[in-house]
């Protein structure tokens, strides 16, 4: 078993245990404690940094992604290019205080009436961000030096259990909504302090920087990879934060609340797509630099593949499921089931594009991506504005499953006409067919009691579902991975 399957393997695992725990988190605890609009506060300040990180990096994590290659030496100073990402993140962390000066009294006054929580907590914004834009470099940092796994268990896991903690001080009463939010902020900055020393202790920590290094030509192209960086990075956020951001425009922060929620349940496809996508970024940066198209092309159909099987089960899990999600939680999400549906239909399909993203990113046509991105904002931004006040949550995700699709797509069909690389193939159609059969078995099952029938209906679609991949061989990875762990069971006395 490689070392890309082995992250992606340990990388998916502790995500689907942290989303496990944001499960109870915010889908069991939260809507019985906290309010929808302190909810709702929460992930607006995250969304709102989120968004200015992109911004205060100034699009170097493109030229992590594309260049290390060129700057690693094996002896943990790599030509200074830590240093040198440290001062550029800290200047474009600098620039967004500046925006921050000027931009937060036109921020509050606008919320003070609709969303009067996000106007008193605002202030938390700078410290956010700092801790958001050290933690993602070097968490991108220790990405490119092959170890995709310690950031997924941070900042998917760890901080969960933070939160977790912090949710059980509110609800006995030992802490204030204030508490909460404060402890919530000091959490995002334990993982940045655990990775800071993870990487001191490997010795891959050297700020000395070694401007000789860096000759007219890679000088050029880190400014080119930047700028394109930036209009990127301002884009990759687009689904996952805009779309809140427009409702508490349109609909208030109570809509947040309830929209976060259900589309929580939609992100668990795209969990595998993340830990594949981190630690295939030096494989295939590297892949670029040697031109070896044959690896490249294996790595991205097997991410295709996997992705879409694995993505396609938790969809049809949630399905079948839709009725019993809405029984956990408090009558006022119940207008959350579409969102659900739509939003993961289109996690699905951008999901069986595999690794399309990466393989743009770190090729010669990262610039095409750039220009995706634009309209990935402009259907997304257009859809909004059009089904948002129509349907409200629903039409915000309509239009993220929309925009979505249509910017998967395109990736697809640009990666093949320019380098014949195509992520499909006809075992999709037959996983297709197995997923069917699984959500048709699902369906007729009677209803039961609330528990026993999450339980029994899951196991049954599980139980079809791999029961075809297997006998069928769908993925030579999935089934590679079933192979070991029937290997340690055979094994055991």
């Known amino acids: 078993m490689g070392i890309v399957q082995r992250q992606t393997i340990r990388g998916t695992a502790w995500s689907y245990l942290g989303a496990l725990l944001g499960f109870v988190n915010i889908i069991l605890l939260?809507?019985?404690?906290?309010?929808?609009?302190?909810?709702?506060?929460?992930?607006?300040?995250?969304?709102?940094?989120?968004?200015?990180?992109?911004?205060?990096?100034?699009?170097?994590?493109?030229?992590?992604?594309?260049?290390?290659?060129?700057?690693?030496?094996?002896?943990?100073?790599?030509?200074?290019?830590?240093?040198?990402?440290?001062?550029?993140?800290?200047?474009?962390?600098?620039?967004?205080?500046?925006?921050?000066?000027?931009?937060?009294?036109?921020?509050?006054?606008?919320?003070?009436?609709?969303?009067?929580?996000?106007?008193?907590?605002?202030?938390?914004?700078?410290?956010?961000?700092?801790?958001?834009?050290?933690?993602?470099?070097?968490?991108?940092?220790?990405?490119?030096?092959?170890?995709?796994?310690?950031?997924?268990?941070?900042?998917?896991?760890?901080?969960?259990?933070?939160?977790?903690?912090?949710?059980?001080?509110?609800?006995?009463?030992?802490?204030?909504?204030?508490g909460y939010v404060f402890g919530y902020i000091v959490s995002q900055g334990i993982p940045l302090i655990i990775i800071f020393l993870s990487l001191l202790k490997r010795g891959e920590i050297s700020l000395r920087l070694e401007p000789g290094f860096i000759n007219p030509h890679l000088k050029r192209e880190i400014i080119i990879l930047s700028l394109f960086g930036i209009l990127t990075g301002i884009s990759t956020v687009v689904l996952t934060t805009l779309d809140k951001l427009f409702i508490n425009t349109y609909l208030g922060e109570a809509e947040v609340g309830?929209?976060?929620?259900?589309?929580?349940?939609?992100?668990?496809?795209?969990?595998?797509?993340?830990?594949?996508?981190?630690?295939?970024?030096?494989?295939l940066a590297e892949s670029w630099k040697k031109n070896d198209l044959e690896t490249i092309d294996d790595m991205y159909v097997r991410s295709s593949i996997s992705q879409y099987a694995v993505g396609l089960?938790?969809?049809i899990g949630l399905l079948v499921n839709i009725e019993?999600?809405?029984?956990?939680?408090?009558?006022?999400?119940?207008?959350?089931?579409?969102?659900?549906?739509?939003?993961?239909?289109?996690?699905?399909?951008?999901?069986?594009?595999?690794?399309?993203?990466?393989?743009?990113?770190?090729?010669?046509?990262?610039?095409?991506?750039?220009?995706?991105?634009?309209?990935?904002?402009?259907?997304?931004?257009?859809?909004?504005?059009?089904?948002?006040?129509?349907?409200?949550?629903?039409?915000?995700?309509?239009?993220?499953?929309?925009?979505?699709?249509?910017?998967?797509?395109?990736?697809?069909?640009?990666?093949?006409?320019?380098?014949?690389?195509?992520?499909?193939?006809i075992v999709h159609l037959k996983i297709t067919l197995v997923g069917i059969v699984a959500v048709t078995a699902g369906w007729l099952m009677p209803q039961i009691p609330l528990i026993a029938d999450i339980l029994v209906r899951s196991a049954i679609v599980t139980l079809i579902f791999t029961a075809g991949m297997w006998f069928w061989k769908l993925s030579e990875d999935l089934n590679n991975v079933a192979d070991s762990i029937l290997s340690r069971f055979r094994k055991k006395p």
């Open 258 to 283: 309830i929209y976060s929620i259900a589309s929580y349940f939609a992100v668990l496809i795209t969990l595998p797509g993340r830990s594949v996508s981190k630690i295939s970024i030096p494989f």
């Open 324 to 425: 019993n999600i809405f029984r956990l939680l408090p009558d006022v999400y119940s207008t959350g089931a579409a969102v659900i549906i739509l939003i993961s239909l289109g996690n699905l399909v951008s999901g069986s594009a595999g690794v399309n993203g990466v393989v743009l990113s770190t090729s010669s046509l990262y610039r095409y991506q750039t220009w995706l991105m634009f309209i990935l904002i402009a259907l997304f931004v257009g859809c909004s504005m059009i089904f948002i006040p129509m349907l409200g949550i629903t039409g915000a995700a309509l239009a993220a499953m929309i925009s979505n699709i249509i910017y998967s797509m395109l990736g697809v069909v640009l990666t093949g006409k320019r380098f014949g690389l195509w992520p499909y193939r």
């Open 30 to 178: 939260s809507p019985r404690i906290f309010t929808v609009g302190e909810i709702g506060v929460v992930q607006l300040l995250l969304s709102f940094a989120t968004m200015l990180a992109q911004f205060s990096s100034l699009g170097f994590t493109n030229v992590i992604n594309r260049l290390f290659p060129y700057f690693r030496d094996g002896r943990g100073r790599h030509h200074g290019f830590l240093g040198l990402s440290l001062v550029i993140t800290l200047a474009g962390f600098i620039a967004a205080l500046i925006f921050l000066k000027f931009y937060a009294p036109h921020f509050e006054e606008a919320n003070m009436e609709r969303s009067p929580l996000i106007a008193e907590y605002s202030f938390y914004l700078p410290a956010l961000l700092l801790v958001t834009v050290l933690f993602n470099l070097l968490d991108n940092y220790n990405k490119v030096l092959y170890d995709a796994v310690l950031g997924t268990f941070l900042r998917e896991f760890l901080f969960r259990v933070f939160n977790f903690v912090l949710i059980c001080l509110f609800w006995a009463g030992l802490i204030d909504f204030d």
């Open 313 to 315: 089960l938790i969809f």
